[in-house]
């Protein structure tokens, strides 16, 4: 089935900073991709999709884009907040029949101010 | 998107007690599923609901030891039983729907002594 890599973390950076969280993946064919939020004490918020190759997904700040040469969907945010610190979690569908979503490890963002 | 309510938030729970875990859907959702989140963990599958049908359970879950609703297109609710101090985790509920794709439910975090 599918997999997803996703960096390690924590990552701590002071506010205003640039964000980059790194996401690969391995899939059959060309699989939607997902980004998760996970704010302390909550359930998991959709942030971001795309759809299909080359695609850019955007909310909030925080952009994605689809790349298919380097199977990768990196979470980028070019001026980081104390609110987006939260926990990330890159996704996709298990397999392409499969309609369950599998996880990356998951990525605690803190944000200094 | 559909929203979902999932219930309890929390809950602290005796060793050898049960827990039922409801979640409840604002729209008719064909398919249901159920994680489990370990502290520090990402998201690991526990089973699929479909509604009219038994539950599907990942490897390594049981359903002796979680149980599985789904009376209708728009409710289930997951037990946990028999519990154990291993059992502590956040369980979230999700659902696929057409229009907006996965959403999740805020999750119930269980803390078992």
């Known amino acids: 089935g599918n997999s997803v890599t996703q960096m390690e973390g924590p990552v701590t950076l002071s506010e205003e900073a640039f964000l980059t969280i790194n996401c690969t993946y391995t899939?059959?064919?060309?699989?939607?991709l997902f980004w998760y939020v996970q704010y302390p004490g909550e359930g998991l918020q959709l942030l971001l999709k795309?759809?299909?190759?080359?695609d850019k997904g955007s909310n909030k700040g925080f952009e994605a884009t689809y790349r298919k040469e380097t199977t990768s969907f990196h979470l980028e945010k070019g001026s980081v907040q104390v609110s987006d610190s939260a926990v990330y979690f890159c996704?996709?569908?298990?397999?392409?029949?499969?309609?369950?979503?599998?996880f990356g490890s998951g990525t605690q963002l803190t944000v200094l101010p | 998107s559909a929203v979902i309510s999932q219930k309890p938030s929390r809950d602290i729970c005796q060793r050898g007690t049960s827990l039922t875990i409801q979640c409840q859907v604002d729209?008719?959702?064909?398919?249901m599923f159920w994680y489990r989140q370990q502290p520090g963990q990402s998201l690991t599958l526990i089973a699929t609901?479909?509604?009219?049908?038994?539950?599907?359970?990942e490897s390594g879950f049981v359903i002796d030891k979680f149980p599985i609703s789904r009376p209708n297109l728009t409710f289930s609710t997951l037990t946990v039983s028999n519990m154990s101090p291993e059992d502590s985790s956040i369980y979230l509920c999700?659902?696929?729907?057409?229009?907006?794709?996965?959403?999740f439910g805020s999750g119930t975090r269980l803390t078992v002594v």
């Open positions: 999700s659902v696929l729907v057409r229009v907006g794709g996965y959403t």
């Open positions: 899939a059959t064919g060309y699989p939607s």
């Open positions: 795309a759809t299909k190759a080359d």
């Open positions: 996704a996709l569908p298990l397999s392409g029949s499969a309609r369950q979503l599998t």
């Open positions: 729209s008719q959702v064909t398919m």
């Open positions: 609901a479909n509604q009219g049908s038994e539950a599907t359970y």
